[in-house]
């Protein structure tokens, strides 16, 4: 849910744990035309088990979703209201392009920039 109200997914399917609803078993969520899937690190089953939560490492990430956003002052004005952990401030950059990074409740990091990959230099 938080995702969804801080940064702007939209919940294309949610399955919670049978025994434990306040567990996501898997996720799917949208942005635009991307998705991402994901789901609640726990340790009762194979693949969780090689996933730990930041705040156990030291609030250190091995890897960050990248979303590409059109109006990147207003995405963050709405994480920051929405309760979202900033942890780079929305900076234009002198390349051109803005961007910042924030933390969802599990410590994940997340960048919202302009940058598109896609379009042509």
Known sequence: DFLCRAFGFTAQAVYANASDPTLVDH???????GMV????????????????????????????????VMD???H????KA???????????????GAGYSARDPEGHLWYFGSYDPWASP
């Open 27 to 33: 996720a799917q969520l949208t942005f635009g035309s």
């Open 37 to 68: 899937m994901l789901g609640s690190v726990r340790d009762d089953t194979p693949f969780s088990r090689h996933m730990v939560q930041p705040d156990e490492i030291g609030g250190r990430e091995t890897q960050c979703a990248c979303i590409t």
């Open 76 to 79: 963050y004005d709405a994480a």
């Open 72 to 74: 990147v002052r207003a």
């Open 82 to 96: 929405a309760g979202a952990v900033i942890v780079d401030d929305y900076d234009e950059k002198e390349y051109g």
